[in-house]
């Protein structure tokens, strides 16, 4: 197994762990720190480059199908998303799961999300520094700075309200 198919293995069999355990909700400031670049592919075939998202609020959701918690938070940031793209909100779903878009996919086919969904690796696993936990909410101001992480679910009240914050 090559090195980096053992971190993202390593990193998926630890969310899984956590996931399944009884649910933290805890948050983490991330200071000032720049928001690492990534270019992935999104379900509908485009690519989406976080660079090019500058100007704007972005929340990275990192997520899998078989997290409950997961699962749950989307209608709410979907429902956000409705409300406040046109103020400059984007949303990417970054999926974990170990089985790609072959999981991603069917997953897509019996669910409503309006925002773009991508299969995300060992790299931006580490470029992020994530927990050994999902669902892990970042949250990106316009100047490209991340400024705040949330581990654990984010009621659709909460997520609306640190979105504000940044709009």
């Known amino acids: 197994m090559n090195h980096k198919r053992l971190i993202f293995f390593s990193l998926l069999c630890a969310v899984l762990v956590s996931c399944t355990s009884k649910q933290r909700s805890a948050d983490t400031s991330a200071g000032s720190s720049g928001a690492p670049n990534f270019i992935l592919q999104a379900a509908d075939g485009s690519t989406v480059e976080l660079s090019k998202l500058q100007g704007k609020v972005v929340v990275l959701n990192f997520w899998a199908t078989w997290c409950g918690p997961c699962r749950a938070e989307m209608p709410g940031m979907t429902k956000v998303y409705d409300r406040l793209k046109g103020r400059g909100l984007e949303i990417i779903g970054v999926s ?28 931006i696993a580490k470029a992020y520094k994530l927990p050994d936990a999902i669902p892990f909410t970042v949250f990106i101001n316009r100047g490209g700075n991340i400024v705040k992480n949330h581990m654990g679910y984010l009621s659709e009240e909460a997520f609306e309200q640190e979105v504000q914050k940044l709009l």
């Open 96 to 123: 974990l799961d170990r089985g790609g878009w072959g999981d991603v996919r069917p997953f897509l086919a019996r669910n409503t999300i309006n925002y773009p969904i991508v299969v995300g690796d060992a790299e």
